[in-house]
């Protein structure tokens, strides 16, 4: 995918507005007060944006190289970081945020954490979100985008310019000073007000979370992070079931066929919403059966079982014209979708997990810090969402080209650049068309 010049200008100004609120955000939820983390009066963290145009640059060489995938974008975050904290010290002659116990170049153990945990998190926007945002672009006129490009670039050059002379002192008229410090004292102002704002929709919407972060014993016994049977709870089940459905299937493939392959139902993570998604529906639908005879347990797990498996056989077909299974060769089989066998592994499967699975993954999650759990929770939603969407489109889009069907806008363009059949063939090794 080709940019233009404009384009990386616009990302690179539109992820340092990202990162700025990301560090913003942290320091908001830690001290509970606004505090500006950019060296610029701009809300603006070039660090991050620089390290994202990088990666969106260097991101689909390494598409048939996904193991350096990682490596590169841990080493760019790092390097981008190190080399921000040098000119940010350079331009206003202070070091303004202490990196050498992040930074890798100095030898310290936890410089690795850092470096690991920044350059994932920097590919899975990349991955997950970047193609929304560039098909954003993409809908602005191109003059538009040409224009903002151009005005934020000067902003940006005499805003450091401006942060530049008033750390010297060499202006002793003021003018740049005072335009700096008003500009500083607007921002914090504003920021201030938003923060105070947030603070205070969380607070009314949770009241126990600052009072159970604070480690209050009352309040503490009063709010526990996804207590019960609620949308945190069922989000967290879906998503470590996914992921270990996955390594369960995979390694069953491969200990019996002897053929190793990704299992995964979405493009990016080793996700299977099929064992995720059941695990939900049987919590939900199974839990008030945890009382009972392991019979009862048994048999529910034997018919949503394999209704469940059934139906998304269905859907698999109907929506997207792909079949990911096929048991038509098993005895007691109904149309290939499911059989008596693998009805009778879910409800040993639902008996295994409302008796000894679910109490103890139950009682980890709310073991999370009510404020931290939310904060988690919503960031994986969003991301999880864009990696269905992904997918889905991929799919969708692997179909339509099989059939003939040329891309017919800027989103099934994208879709067929950074998606082709290759790597959709990789990802679902064992899909066929219907």
């Not at 019960?228 to 270990?244: N, R």
Request: some cysteine; aromatic content about 14%; hydrophobic content about 50%.
């Amino acid at each position: 995918m080709d940019y233009t010049i404009f384009e990386l200008l616009f990302f690179l100004f539109m992820y340092s507005f990202f990162g700025w609120c990301l560090e913003v955000l942290y320091m908001a939820v830690q001290a509970g007060r606004f505090c500006n983390r950019g060296v610029l009066n701009l809300p603006l963290s070039l660090s991050y944006g620089t390290a994202a145009v990088l990666l969106i640059l260097i991101q689909p060489t390494l598409r048939e190289y996904w193991v350096f995938q990682p490596v590169a974008s841990m080493v760019i975050t790092s390097a981008a970081a190190q080399l921000a904290s040098e000119v940010s010290c350079r331009l206003t002659g202070k070091k303004l945020w202490n990196q050498d116990e992040r930074s890798v170049y100095a030898g310290r153990p936890k410089g690795f954490l850092y470096m690991a945990a920044a350059g994932i998190c920097a590919m899975v926007v990349i991955l997950l979100i970047h193609p929304f945002l560039y098909l954003a672009v993409q809908a602005l006129p191109a003059l538009l985008v040409q224009i903002v490009s151009l005005v934020l670039l000067a902003l940006a050059v005499v805003d450091a310019g401006a942060v530049y002379l008033a750390s010297r002192k060499k202006l002793q008229s003021g003018r740049v000073r005072t335009l700096a410090a008003g500009l500083q004292v607007q921002k914090k102002s504003v920021g201030s007000r938003l923060t105070a704002h947030i603070w205070n929709r969380l607070k009314k919407a949770y009241p126990m979370l600052q009072a159970a972060e604070d480690g209050e014993e009352e309040n503490r016994k009063n709010y526990i992070f996804a207590q019960g049977i609620c949308l945190d709870k069922v989000f967290w089940i879906f998503f470590i079931t996914a992921i270990a459905g996955d390594l369960i299937e995979t390694v069953f493939v491969g200990t019996t066929t002897g053929r190793w392959m990704s299992r995964s139902s979405l493009l990016y993570g080793p996700f299977s919403i099929i064992w995720g998604a059941g695990a939900a529906i049987l919590t939900i639908l199974l839990r008030q059966l945890s009382s009972k005879d392991d019979r009862y347990i048994f048999l529910g797990g034997f018919f949503l079982g394999g209704t469940y498996e059934y139906l998304c056989s269905v859907i698999s077909e109907v929506f997207f014209g792909t079949v990911f299974w096929d048991y038509s060769d098993m005895p007691f089989n109904i149309g290939g979708r499911t059989n008596l066998l693998f009805c009778i592994f879910w409800g040993i499967l639902a008996l295994v997990w409302v008796k000894i699975c679910y109490p103890r993954l139950s009682a980890l999650i709310e073991r999370i810090p009510p404020m931290t759990g939310k904060i988690v929770t919503w960031i994986c939603m969003v991301l999880m969402a864009c990696n269905l969407a992904i997918s889905g489109l991929a799919l969708l889009r692997y179909v339509e080209r099989r059939d003939g069907i040329p891309a017919r806008n800027v989103v099934e363009e994208y879709v067929d650049y950074q998606c082709p059949d290759e790597y959709v063939e990789l990802i679902w090794p064992n899909m066929r068309l219907r």
